[in-house]
Nanobody, 119 residues
């Protein structure tokens, strides 16, 4: 089992920056991939960015060049996971969820953190 806790959300003006963090606990050495997803009101949850244990990253087109996903390399674990968000837009407003996929395929989600970007 893996537990995920997000932090760092809040209210920011358009053009501003926020950094989200996700702390994982439990069987963290079994995590193969972690990522950030978001869900805006009335919309489906969508991928924002993912990173593998090997360091490969993947970004949604809507955030490429503005968001950066990273994880802790020094401890050889995937935690904490971070998402640096720059040049934020009102359309980035959503609840952001941390996600972890274990080597054996199990998927875990955090509770989410609200990001609101005002125009």
């Amino acid at each position: 089992q893996v537990q995920l806790v997000e932090s760092g959300g809040g209210l920011v003006q358009a053009g501003g920056s926020l950094k989200l963090s996700c702390a994982a606990s439990g069987d963290i050495f079994s995590i193969n991939t972690m990522g950030w997803y978001r869900q805006a009101p009335g919309k489906q949850r969508e991928l924002v960015a993912t990173i593998t244990r090997g360091g490969s990253t993947n970004y949604a087109d809507a955030v490429k060049g503005r968001f950066t996903i990273s994880r802790d390399n020094a401890k050889n674990t995937m935690s904490p996971l971070s998402l640096q968000m720059n040049s934020l837009k009102p359309e980035d407003t959503a609840v952001y969820y941390c996600n972890a996929i274990l080597l054996r395929g199990l998927i875990h989600w955090g509770q989410g953190t609200q990001v609101t970007v005002s125009s």
